[in-house]
Nanobody, 122 residues
Framework: QVQFVESGGGLVQPGGSLRLSCAAS????????MGWYRQATGKQRELVAA?????????NYADSVKGRFTISRDNAKKTAYLQMNGLKPDDTAVYYC??????????????WGQGTQVTVSS
């Protein structure tokens, strides 16, 4: 079982930026595709970005964040990142990371971490 610790959230004004980090335990981080998910109050959790395993040469994004968010990974640090630019109030949510089999099959493989709250408000 892999555990995830998300960090980097906070309160930011519309148009601002944040960089989220996801630190993973375990020794096979590089074998997993990684994804960032978010859950807004009263809504279902949704996948917003995914990156392929290994060197992370392939990425997928939800239409709502395409062009604004960038997912990346550092296998040596067992960490995934989500750079969020041009933030909008609709991006307000708790953000989580998890692993998947491939970027086309991102059903979460492990338990959820505590997440990190992102609030976009003026």
């Amino acid at each position: 079982q892999v555990q995830f610790v998300e960090s980097g959230g906070g309160l930011v004004q519309p148009g601002g930026s944040l960089r989220l980090s996801c630190a993973a335990s375990g020794r096979i981080f590089s074998l997993y595709a990684m994804g960032w998910y978010r859950q807004a109050t009263g809504k279902q959790r949704e996948l917003v970005a995914a990156i392929s395993n290994g060197s992370g040469g392939s990425t997928n994004y939800a239409d709502s964040v395409k062009g604004r968010f960038t997912i990346s990974r550092d296998n040596a640090k067992k960490t995934a990142y989500l750079q969020m630019n041009g933030l909008k109030p609709d991006d307000t949510a708790v953000y989580y990371c998890n692993a998947g089999v491939t970027i086309s099959s991102m059903s979460p493989l492990h338990s959820w971490g505590q997440g990190t709250q992102v609030t976009v408000s003026s």
